[in-house]
């Protein structure tokens, strides 16, 4: 029972992560950023780049692959966003395309077979009766230190305060003297940077490997789809609920039916309830 | 109505040409084109839910499924002639057509597209799981019957297939229910405010592209004479299904034609040049600009060569 | 009319003679993975060799390419290709479990002479034994799953049984046909052939993240130690086993360590795991002949896969032997006389004077003693002890902590010994 609620605890933390940058854009721009996966995986490859491959500080590497991210969301949303005039549908299907893209690159520069990070912090600790390594610890703490810090960021800062202005009217927004292109822009900055640190992460658990970006764009569509639009407090508590019903699912029913479930999640959710469990909230 | 002669005409003449080419060209490019005809048939089907009525399926592949994974066991599995395994195949996936329609009633635009993608991803996993002893699990099957042998006899028979839908198609979207389809997809509440019927029209515009989806998919797996779920339920062959649609022209029906027949071969004769996977990004990165430059597709660009053609001879 | 087909009929003719001046070879597979370069890699040699020794039959051989990129659909495509664009006389292939079930309907209507060397389905030699006609062009010179999985079992009851001294078991098996027919396999055999209990069989999804639940149920029931199956993301497995130090043993099939790339590519979390591995493995003490091929390319490549896998070598071995097999039966067009060319190749490499290797088929109604059935168009391969008739149809394979690789099972071939992980207590 306390083993359940430790990994559950631990991978829902990682998942919260994984989720953030994706319902970031999500409930700022209105569109889905279907690349969104893509930035995980260049962010985890970009770190075992530097930290595995050139043998440079592990540090470094985070760091490296979250300035990668930044850059690539400002260049998804001046090259692809803005071209498309914010046309959802068109945007939606060009970052898939984007994706499918990348997913090539990849394969082109690191090739196909998957590779495995090294934990960032090694070790493991045993928790009554469940190992848990330091890596996994500082994930999740990280993971909270992340998502506390975007919401001290969003309700504290003028910046922020201009997001959550945007995300609830953007032309009530810019009639009140805010430019909803720089809040956007800043915005798709923020997602790519918490996406390839989530990347990071998500690959230290799992693996490096071309086809790694759509195990969490699926966990991200869950989280926007069962949370509704999303509050950063409302995917904090969204990804706990996945996180919890996958890790319950492996340890007392049937773990091959793990991914089963949380689409039947997602559908009975979208049937029944189709705002989310939480309906449209503000950031 | 809005028919015209030269539709007729024009039509008539890709049929006899379409029809003349194995005469021409060689049987390695009769086999690509039979891959782009499948294609064009799921762009098609694509394009009369997505295209039409603006709910963009982004689970396509999940009807395509469900007729392809349906035949294929009733006739490996029961020894079903296919004769009657193909229309029940049909027969299914329509029934699974009308099951994406439930969310479609209650919502739309973005998160329609997150449901369909779910409704992909769960039969990905269910087929795997569930009775792996008819679905043939993760592997898939093999030696599925084939209805044709070499490249000109299964070349003729999707082209005739493909017309058929095609022009059916043409025909149906020039009467009174096309356009209120599409206009649908311009304005759902308009529609509903002048009287008609949009859970009837959008049940009819799903079951349509279930139809030929099941069609589609059943012939193809009888094509291939082997499917796996890893191929099928398949982000890539998802992305290949809408940017066929989307780069051709959406709402037409020679769009989606031309965007198949573009994608098919634009990969094919990449393959000598770029053996490798930058094959797959040379084609991706083609696809990604194309759009991004025209996103009503190729048509479009051809009907705007012709608009400044003719204002030139005008003028 | 008679005369315009006597016209094509000259044309053929013609083209016939002038494409004949050289033997194409067609290779199917995945270009960007080591598994399929493994293939093209031993194929590309082994055409090199023939080809500064005059060719076959007086004419040169060629190789052509088709990417598979690991996608079915694409695999039909990339045969469609060899077959009618590239007219290809011989087609050899890397290709992956469902790869080859897809193309296989292909090769039943082209008929082209096909040599797989990577999969090992038995699903198909199975198709082979049900309809031995539509399936003559086919052959698939590495060992059957259902062969590895029954040495293994040897492996259980010698080492894991007698000399570990371990009585019951957990199986840890991905949900893949794969994990299943290994999984069947183990199961039914462990307890009865090598005295193991199976006290549990936990299937888990192969895009699990976190196998931390996972380990937990193992330990808790209490098994001596975890069976893994893993084909499809199998590093994932071992490295959480690594990074969570579960105190249980495990050993298994990990198809992701069967390559010297997999120490670097885990950047060193995959000591301690063991598994089972079809040969000539990692770790691996080679014959003369087959060590010329790894020199030859080690010299030629500079680029991963650094020692070819297993199918690299079937793939060199093999090509020469299909050659062979064409210059007794004429060429490749008579599919029939060349199968059974093809089955009468038989090319022993020995090591210290004994047999070590083996290239040849079986016969179609030879039954096989252990298993009792037969494997037509499969490789020859011999379960059980002193290995005479052939090689086995697996080793066992160990990763050791410092990076280094040895075979340990069976005693004939082991070059190391089997461990457990440091953090694990006996």
């Not at chain 1, 990682?14 to 690349?35: D, H, K």
């Not at chain 1, 492996?250 to 479930?261: H, I």
């Not at chain 2, 770029?274 to 660009?301: H, N, T």
């Not at chain 3, 309907?105 to 082209?110: F, G, V």
Request: some cysteine.
């Amino acid at each position: 029972m306390l083993q359940i609620l430790i990994q559950g605890l631990l991978l829902s933390g990682l998942y919260a992560l994984i989720a953030m940058g994706f319902t970031l854009i999500f409930s700022i721009g209105r569109v889905l950023n279907l690349a969104y996966g893509a930035y995980l995986m260049v962010g985890g490859y970009m770190y075992f780049w530097v930290s595995q491959t050139l043998g440079m500080p592990k540090l470094l590497g985070v760091a490296v692959a979250a300035v990668l991210g930044v850059l690539m969301g400002f260049l998804k949303y001046r090259l692809i966003v803005k071209t498309l005039k914010g046309d959802h549908v068109a945007v939606e299907i060009s970052t898939l395309i984007l994706a499918v893209v990348i997913q090539a690159g990849i394969v082109l520069v690191f090739g196909d077979s998957s590779k495995i990070l090294l934990p960032i912090v090694p070790g493991v600790i045993n928790v009554a009766g469940a190992s848990v390594t330091y890596n996994i610890l500082i994930a999740t703490l990280i993971s909270w230190a992340i998502l506390l810090g975007l919401f001290a960021f969003v309700r504290l800062t003028h910046t922020g305060r201009a997001m959550q202005a945007v995300s609830m009217d953007a032309k009530g927004a810019a009639i009140s003297g805010i430019d909803p292109d720089r809040i956007n822009l800043i915005t798709w900055g923020i997602s790519g940077a918490l996406g390839a640190i989530g990347g990071v992460f998500f690959a230290s658990y799992t693996q490096l490997s071309p086809s790694m970006w759509v195990a969490p764009l699926i966990i991200s569509v869950a989280v926007v789809i069962v949370g509704g639009i999303g509050s950063i407090l409302g995917t904090l508590v969204v990804a706990h609920i996945i996180g919890f019903l996958e890790v319950i699912v492996v340890a007392t029913l049937a773990p091959e039916l793990r991914g089963v479930f949380t689409m039947l999640l997602i559908i009975g959710v979208l049937v029944t309830r189709p705002q989310g469990l939480f309906g449209r909230e503000e950031l | 109505m809005g028919l015209r002669w030269f539709h007729f005409a024009l039509w008539g003449g890709l049929i006899v040409g379409m029809l003349l080419l194995p005469q021409v060209v060689s049987n390695g490019t009769l086999r690509t084109m039979i891959f782009a005809n499948y294609l064009a048939i799921f762009a098609i089907s694509w394009d009369v839910l997505s295209g039409r009525t603006g709910y963009v399926s982004f689970g396509h592949p999940f009807l395509i499924g469900i007729g392809a994974y349906t035949t294929a066991i009733l006739t490996k599995r029961f020894d079903v002639p296919v004769e009657i395994s193909i229309p029940v195949a049909v027969l299914f996936t329509m029934i699974a057509g009308l099951l994406v329609l439930l969310p479609a009633l209650r919502i739309r635009g973005s998160y329609f597209a997150l449901v369909t993608l779910a409704f992909m991803e769960l039969l990905y996993q269910l087929v795997q799981v569930i009775r792996p002893d008819l679905t043939g699990g993760t592997r898939g099957m093999s030696g599925i019957q084939t209805l044709t042998r070499g490249a000109a006899n299964g070349y003729y028979l999707s082209t005739t297939l493909m017309l058929t839908i095609a022009v059916s198609m043409w025909l149906l979207m020039k009467t009174r229910l096309g356009t209120a389809l599409s206009a649908i997809g311009m304005n759902e509440e308009s529609v509903r405010g002048s009287g008609l019927s949009t859970t009837r029209l959008k049940a009819f515009a799903f079951l349509t592209s279930a139809m030929i989806a099941g069609l589609g998919g059943a012939f193809y797996v009888h094509y291939l004479g082997s499917l796996a779920p890893r191929a099928l339920f398949d982000i890539n062959f998802l992305f290949t299904i809408i940017v066929a649609a989307l780069l051709g022209g959406t709402s037409t029906i020679i769009g989606p034609m031309i965007g198949a027949f573009f994608m098919t071969f634009l990969l094919e004769y990449l393959r000598p040049v770029l053996p490798g996977a930058e094959r797959y990004f040379v084609y991706g990165a083609i696809a990604l600009l194309l759009y991004m430059y025209q996103p009503k597709g190729l048509v479009e660009l051809v009907r705007r060569g012709f608009k400044s053609l003719n204002k030139g001879r005008t003028a | 009319m008679m005369k315009t087909a006597l016209l094509s009929g000259t044309c053929i003719a013609l083209m016939a003679s002038a494409a004949g001046a050289e033997i194409k070879v067609g290779f199917i597979g995945s270009l960007s993975s080591d598994t399929g370069l493994s293939t093209l890699r031993g194929a590309e040699v082994a055409i090199e060799e023939l080809n500064a020794n005059g060719g076959v039959m007086g004419q040169q051989i060629t190789l052509v390419s088709a990417d598979t990129g690991q996608d079915p659909t694409e695999g039909v495509r990339a045969y469609e290709y060899l077959a009618e664009t590239e007219e290809v006389d011989f087609i050899i292939s890397g290709s992956i479990d469902d790869v080859s079930l897809g193309w296989l309907p292909r090769m039943q209507e082209y008929r082209i002479p096909t040599l797989d060397t990577w999969t090992s389905y038995i699903g198909i030699i199975d198709m082979v034994v049900e309809d031995p006609e539509s399936m003559a062009p086919y052959f698939m010179n590495i060992a059957s799953d259902e062969a590895l999985a029954t040495l293994y079992i040897n492996f259980g009851a010698d080492v894991l049984k007698e000399k570990m001294g371990w009585d019951s078991v957990v199986i840890l098996a991905e949900d893949t046909a794969f994990g299943e027919a290994i999984t069947g396999l183990v199961t039914e055999a462990l307890a009865p052939v090598a005295g193991i209990e199976v006290k549990d069989i936990i299937t888990y999804d192969v895009a699990t993240v976190d196998f931390a639940p996972i380990f937990s149920r193992a330990q808790d029931t209490g098994a001596d130690f975890i069976y893994q199956v893993s084909s499809v993301n199998s590093q994932v497995v071992s490295s959480q086993y690594v990074k969570l130090q579960v105190p249980m043993a495990m050993t298994g099939v990990n198809v992701s360590a069967l390559g010297m790339e997999y120490w670097e590519d885990t950047g060193g979390a995959g000591g301690g795991i063991s598994t089972l591995s079809p040969i000539p493995s990692v770790g691996f003490k080679l014959d003369p002949a087959s060590q010329a091929f790894v020199d030859t390319y080690q010299a030629k490549y500079d680029s991963r896969p650094l020692l070819p896998h297993f199918n690299g070598f079937n793939a060199y071995h093999g090509l020469k032997q299909a050659m062979a097999a064409a210059e007794e039966a004429g060429g490749f067009d008579n599919v029939e006389g060349w199968a059974d060319a093809m089955k009468k190749q038989d090319l022993v490499l020995e090591m210290d004077g004994q047999l070590w290797l083996r290239y040849a088929f079986w016969g179609d109604d030879e039954v096989e003693p252990v298993t009792g059935r037969t494997y037509p168009h499969n490789i020859r391969f011999d379960l059980s002890e002193p290995f005479d008739d052939a090689a086995p149809s697996m080793v066992v394979v160990q990763w050791y902590e410092d990076g280094t690789a040895a075979v340990v099972y069976p005693e004939k071939y082991a070059t190391g010994e089997f461990t457990l992980p440091s953090w694990v207590k006996q």
